[in-house]
Structure formats: C-alpha cells, structure tokens
C-alpha cells in the first residue's frame, strides 16, 4: 500500500495545504498551518454501517486495574495510583524535575517486577544511569531506550511486551511519517496520538513528559490535554526546592488534587504534612499567613505586601501570584471603606514560596498585608487572617474553615481573624471581623 501523504491543516479555518504556508489564503491567519495525517477518505460502504447502540444497563462496568506506586503524594494527585492502560502528562518548565520523578517512579515499578521502557530524546543511556545512580535506583527491569524516533519506541513495546513506557520528553521525539521536525505542534500532537492509541490497544500505561515554558510555548502539552487520560503539571520554587504535583485533567480521579514534594539530591521526597510554603520566622511588617486550599488539602502560604510613596505620576500595583485586578479592587475597597488614603502609594503584593493563589479566602489576608506595610505594624506569627472581602467592604465566610484551622494550628498559629465567630475545638483566638472597617479597628 502507498504511504499516505502529510498535509497542512490551518488550524484557524480547516483549510488544507500540501505544503507549508506562513500566511492562510482562505481565513488570513498567520503561522496557522500545521501539519496532519489526512483523514481516510469516507467509502461508502462506511457511510452505510450498521451500528447497533447498547442499551446501559446490559453493559458490563469496567473494573479499573490500578498500581499504587507507593510515593503518596503522588498516588493522591492520580486518585490512588496508575490505572492501566491509561496516558499520564506530566508538563512542566525545565529543569523542576520532571525526568527525577518518572525515574523514581519507574525504579519503584521496576522494582516490583514490572516490564518498563524508559524512553529519552534527551539524555544519553548514561545520563539517565548517573541519575539512577543518584536517586538510588537498582533495578534490571527497567530498559533504557536513547531515541528521537516514535516508530523505534513502539516497536520497541510491541516487540518486548513492555508493561509500561515513558517518553522524556515529547518535544524531543518523532514520527518519521511527518516530515516535520520534533517539537512542532503537527509532531507532538501525532506522537501523542500514536502513543495513546498503543497504549488502548495493547494496555500500556504512558507516561509522557512534555516541556512547558515561562512564555506558554506553542507547542507545549496544552495542545495535548484532551487526548490524554491524566495532566499533571509541575510548579514550584526552585530557590526553595519546593515542588508542586498539581492535577488538572483526570478521567480516574480528582481533579485539582496536589502533592507535595522537595527536590533533594536523592531525588523528590515526600512532604505529606503540607508545611508552611515559603516562610520565614521573621515578622517584619507586611508578612501574613493565610491556610489557602490546593484540592481537598489546606497549605499555609505566606503573603508579602510593601507600601511605599509613589515617584511617578501614576501609582504602582504589582502582585506575584495573585489577580492585580483583584489586588487593586481590594485596594479600593481599603480606601474608600476603610478610610486608608493609598492613592499617593505604590503597592506590591508578593505570594512567597513561588505559589499561585487563586481564591477569594484570602482576601482578607490581603488587606492585611497591605495596611501592616502601609502603618508599618508587624503582625504577629501567629496570626492567620481569612475571609472574602465584597466591594461593599463586608466580609464573608469560605468554605473549608475548619480544614484551614486546623492546618494553621499544626504552625502554631493561636490567633485567626474571621468573617464570624465559629465553633473550633482546637486552642484559638476568634476575632471576628464584620467589614473592613471594624476589622481596621480591631487589627
Ligand atoms: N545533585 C543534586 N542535588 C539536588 N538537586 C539536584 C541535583 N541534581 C539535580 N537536581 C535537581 O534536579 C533538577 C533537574 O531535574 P530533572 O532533570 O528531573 O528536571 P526536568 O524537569 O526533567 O528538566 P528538563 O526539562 O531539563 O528535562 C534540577 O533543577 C535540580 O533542582
Ligand atoms: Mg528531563
């Protein structure tokens, strides 16, 4: 049979192409050509098929064949393990450790017996032996694969019954049936395809690494999201060390869930007790903590505001890891309600520890940050502040109180400011605040 032939598909209007075009002649579009695998024309016989649709109940549930690997936090991110046959997406920036834990986590499987092809377009056979070698991985049951090419690793798989596959990365790996290079949105996109598709066939749990970069690389594991079972992204603090398993796609579990991990030079340890993320024990002003929650879990994150006098014309606002708009809405909530005149300030919002919050609990700890800086008022460490702030200045409970507490008093923390007084069987100071200008009052 004659090889089929690549096309370029605009991804903007569907226009197709059988070369490479910078500009769409139908839609106008820029760089929107990307090339495909043409669809199998439609043969009549296929347009008459007789499909018979099955009725619920006489179908027969799918028992989800799970491996735990044993690292916990990690286990939680996925629901409880690898489910079989299923493709994880593991995506991060370089170098936050995403080789370090495939490896572990094929030296654990590895370990038990089970069949594993690591398979990198990346580092040499050697390389991934010294990090083994570091990690302390012995195991003759993982096989190592030094390839850029698609078709090897699956012949590969195909020929050695391979249990499991993992691809470091996806950018770096290609199928010789595109002639596009690695790395582009046509490859890692087909790669993907392929692989999952193997892994529905034959039952082979993938794990394919993807590389994202500060700048949203086009090509990066976005674009591969829903053909995947499982996306896992890895964020953290390099300076710190602190790595965070974030899921954001799971057809086997939770979605949203975290885990928790330091980089160390045996590889990622555990830090199954949360911890406080990115704190000092000093208690300059501006520095508040707040329990903020990542899935079902609470985390203990440090917020760092600076007030000074604006130079320029305009003043600043600057946040790190939180909304600007919502900064500068709880910014003007502070100055029209709570009488704090901060037009002539520059303000600064920084989350410590390089987390991303992303709910409205901490509000509160917010304004509080602010108006430390602004008095130049340290607050105590052993102070939590949560609670939504409203435009009108009152503020209002969130949900998972008692979780938030709970993690805060396992820091130490003896005060909490809240939007009510609750009832909580751990040793705590209530203050609660009604709105923003009682809580100026009491604070
Ligand atoms: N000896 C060591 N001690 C402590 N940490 C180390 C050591 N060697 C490497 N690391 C950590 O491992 C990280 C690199 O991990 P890894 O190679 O798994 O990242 P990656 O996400 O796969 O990167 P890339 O995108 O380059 O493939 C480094 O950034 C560093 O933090
Ligand atoms: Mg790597």
């Given at each position: 049979m004659a090889k089929k032939k690549s096309v370029y598909i605009c991804q903007s209007c569907g226009s197709v192409s059988p070369k490479w075009i910078g500009?769409?002649?139908?839609?106008?579009?820029?760089?929107?050509y990307v090339e495909e695998m043409p669809q199998d024309e439609i043969t009549s016989s296929a347009k008459i098929r007789d499909v018979q649709p099955l009725l619920l109940g006489s179908i027969r549930g799918l028992e989800v064949d799970r491996t735990v690997t044993g690292i916990g936090e990690l286990d939680q991110v996925l629901g409880g393990g690898f489910v079989k046959g299923s493709v994880v997406l593991v995506g991060g920036e370089p170098g936050i450790g995403k080789s370090t834990i495939m490896l572990q986590v094929a030296g654990i499987l590895g370990t038990r017996g089970a069949k594993i092809l690591y398979a990198s377009?990346?580092?040499?056979p050697s390389q991934i032996k010294m990090r083994a070698e570091r990690l302390g991985i012995e195991t003759d049951k993982l096989s190592i694969l030094a390839t850029n090419s698609l078709e090897d690793i699956l012949t590969a798989a195909d020929r050695d019954k391979f249990e499991y596959i993992v691809a470091d990365s996806v950018q770096t790996i290609a199928s010789e049936e595109l002639s596009s290079a690695p790395g582009t949105v046509g490859q890692v996109k087909h790669v993907t395809y392929r692989m999952v598709e193997a892994a529905k066939q034959k039952g082979i749990t993938t794990l394919i690494v993807g590389q994202v970069t500060k700048d949203g690389?086009?090509?990066?594991p976005k674009v591969l999201e829903h053909l995947v079972d499982t996306v896992l992204y890895f964020e953290g603090d390099y300076s710190r060390g602190i790595r965070i398993l974030r899921s954001v796609k799971n057809r086997f579990g939770p979605t949203n869930e975290v885990g928790l991990f330091e980089m160390s030079s045996q590889g990622l340890l555990e830090?199954?007790?949360?911890?406080?993320?990115?704190?000092?024990?000093s208690d300059a002003p501006g520095k508040v903590l707040v329990p903020v929650m990542e899935g079902t879990r609470a985390f203990l994150v440090e917020l760092q505001s600076l007030v000074t006098p604006t130079y320029f014309q305009f003043s600043r606002r600057n946040a790190n890891g939180f909304d600007t708009n919502r900064l500068n809405m709880l910014i003007a909530v502070l100055d029209k309600?709570?009488?704090?005149?901060?037009?002539a300030s520059d303000i600064y919002l920084n989350i410590a520890g390089g987390i991303k919050i992303t709910e409205t609990s901490a509000d509160l700890a917010v304004c509080a940050a602010i108006v430390s800086s602004f008095r130049e008022k340290p607050v105590r460490t052993d102070t939590v502040f949560i609670g939504e702030v409203g435009l009108t200045g009152e503020t209002r409970n969130v949900a998972n109180i008692k979780n938030r507490l709970t993690e805060a008093v396992k820091f130490g923390i003896k005060r909490a400011y809240l939007p009510e007084k609750i009832d909580f069987d751990g040793k705590l100071d209530i203050i609660p605040v009604k709105n923003i200008s009682d809580f100026l009052d009491k604070f």
């Open positions: 500009k769409c002649p139908e839609c106008g579009a820029w760089s929107s377009g990346e580092e040499s690389y086009i090509a990066g830090c199954p007790d949360g911890g406080l993320l990115g704190s000092t024990k309600k709570g009488g704090l005149n901060l037009g």
